[in-house]
């Protein structure tokens, strides 16, 4: 993702979608509100009246995203971001919790180029020093599918202040091997956290390099049935201020480095995790099944490695329903690597059929969840 810092006018911007402050009654007065205004865009101020019409409101939460026409801005789509609250106060949480979710929205209309101010620092409370927290804590160090982000502010002097901001490292990236059923939870969670601990389990070990990650997953968790027989590495960045609480062990070889964070912390340190937890790479061993799938009333039930079969079988005489992928993603993004590496040559699929199969499932993917990359989908 290219992004971008600039001194101008944000209506003045070209992009796919524009964010846009909004306060909770959604009246477009003051600020960029009132530009759109000015500019002649009375059907938008109509819009947001009548979303709240429909919904049966007079007012909306803080945090909440509507969305709009653009009028004549340059744009596809308005997204109206409610960064303060009804007294115009604000937070660096609230600023993240809403640009999360409008640039979300704005990867799911498929849109390339986003453009927004910066939020909550006119009518609101909040300096540029918090916006840039929030904003980096919003996309994260790696960025986002998007082909450009640009916050475009109105003084060289916030222009400054925001690149010194944003060019400092901010993350420290970690590791984490999982099993089958703890990276079904971080799906669930749309990759925004680490499910709680057992009872027995009263520490959470992220580690300090993929290698040591790897090595935990290859070796341990594709002979461990508590982990289903599988091994899936994780990769993601925490806020380095809030992090470095953590003292750094050692516990074999000098790769060997992880953290110790108490059980009863996690959902803190789930909170400063930035942007989202990905998977870096999937080890199965010999016993792995993964998520049975079951027909109902026909008893019949498939494993992991028959479930690409299924889904083969369907495309070859029958009309290909997007629901085989969409209704269960979890299940089709932790078993795609197994039908990458699978050899299915004895189950009478060529080796082309099979590329050219999951090529066609990377494609419908790409299409339903553009934030989420299928692991292996690229060396197709």
């Known amino acids: 993702m290219e992004f971008r810092l600039k001194v101008g006018d944000l209506l003045d911007e ?24 000015a500019r002649g865009n009375e059907p938008v101020q109509r819009e947001l009246h009548a979303w709240l019409a429909t919904h049966g409101k007079h007012y909306v939460e803080p945090g909440s995203l509507v969305e709009t026409s653009a009028g004549n801005l340059r744009a596809r789509v308005l997204l ?41 620092t006119g ?8 916006f840039a927290q929030g904003l980096a804590a919003a996309i994260g160090i790696r960025g986002l599918p998007l ?18 901001l944003l060019d400092r490292p901010r993350t420290r990236k970690l590791y984490r091997p999982v099993g ?38 290859r070796e341990w968790n594709t002979r461990d049935e508590a982990s289903s027989y599988a ?27 992880e953290l110790w964070v108490p059980a009863e912390e996690l959902p803190e340190f789930n909170r400063h995790i930035v942007g989202r937890i990905q998977m870096r790479a999937a080890f199965f061993g010999e016993e792995f099944v993964g998520f049975v799938l079951e027909s109902k009333g026909a008893g019949k039930r498939w494993n992991a ?3 690409f079969q299924r889904l083969l ?60 990359r299928l692991l292996d989908a690229e060396d197709l």
């Open 147 to 164: 082909e450009r982000l640009t916050v475009v502010v109105r003084k060289e002097d916030d222009l400054a202040d925001l690149q010194r």
């Open 80 to 120: 109206h971001c409610v960064t303060v609250d009804g007294f115009y106060g604000s937070s660096v949480d609230l600023v993240t919790r809403t640009v999360q979710r409008a640039l979300d929205r704005a990867i799911d209309l498929g849109c390339g180029t986003v453009a927004m101010p910066a939020l909550a």
């Open 14 to 37: 070209e992009a796919d979608a524009i964010l846009v402050s909004a306060n909770t009654q959604l009246n477009l007065s003051g600020g960029v509100g009132g530009a759109i205004l």
């Open 180 to 217: 089958l059923a703890e990276m079904a939870l971080i799906v669930e969670s749309d990759g925004r956290a680490f499910p709680p601990r057992r009872p027995e389990q009263p520490i959470f070990y992220p580690v300090l390099n993929a290698e040591y990650a790897e090595q935990i997953a």
């Open 231 to 257: 091994g899936y590495v994780t990769e993601f960045e925490v806020d380095e201020v809030y992090v470095s609480r953590f003292e750094e062990h050692v516990v074999g070889a000098s790769m060997h480095r």
């Open 305 to 307: 490695r028959q479930q």
């Open 313 to 372: 079988e369907i495309k070859r005489h029958h009309a290909f329903d997007l629901l085989e992928l969409t209704a269960h993603p979890a299940r089709t993004y932790l078993h795609f690597p197994l039908w990458v590496r699978h050899d299915y040559e004895a189950e009478g699929i060529s080796a082309q059929e099979k590329r050219s199969f999951l090529q066609f499932i990377a494609e419908r993917w790409r299409a339903s969840f553009p934030r989420v």
């Open 123 to 130: 009518y609101g409370p909040l300096t540029m020093s918090e």
